[in-house]
């Protein structure tokens, strides 16, 4: 089991920047993929950013150009640089983590930090 815990959520305003981190500790094994989902009120969640453990990225459409994950070389803390925020990017945002390990998947969440960027 991987235990998550984020940091950096908080309130800014629109146009700034905001850096999320997520620690990871437990059983990571070698084969996994860390990510970021958001979820609005109303709205159903969302991947954001995911990042493999050979480091290849993915990015939603609507934080291309504006945000970047990445990882620690312990590859067990990663980094969600957010820039250029937009009121529509106010969310929970939550970690997660996915291990394979002798052919079975694992998977983990964060508590979530909130996130809000006023206009």
């Known amino acids: 089991q991987v235990q998550l815990v984020e940091s950096g959520g908080g309130l800014v305003q629109a146009g700034g920047s905001l850096r999320l981190s997520c620690a990871a500790s437990?059983?990571?094994?070698?084969?996994?993929?860390m990510g970021w989902y958001r979820q609005a009120p109303g709205k159903q969640r969302e991947l954001v950013a995911s990042?493999?453990?050979?480091?290849?990225?993915n990015y939603a459409d609507s934080v291309k150009g504006r945000f970047a994950i990445s990882r620690d070389n312990a590859k067990t803390t990663v980094f969600l640089q957010m820039n250029s925020l937009k009121p529509e990017d106010t969310a929970v945002y939550y970690c997660?983590?996915?291990?394979?390990?002798?052919?079975?998947?694992?998977?983990?969440w964060g508590q979530g930090t909130q996130v809000t960027v006023s206009s």
């Open positions: 997660n983590a996915v291990t394979w390990n002798l052919g079975l998947r694992y998977e983990s």
């Open positions: 437990g059983s990571i094994f070698s084969r996994n993929v």
């Open positions: 990042i493999t453990s050979g480091g290849n990225t």
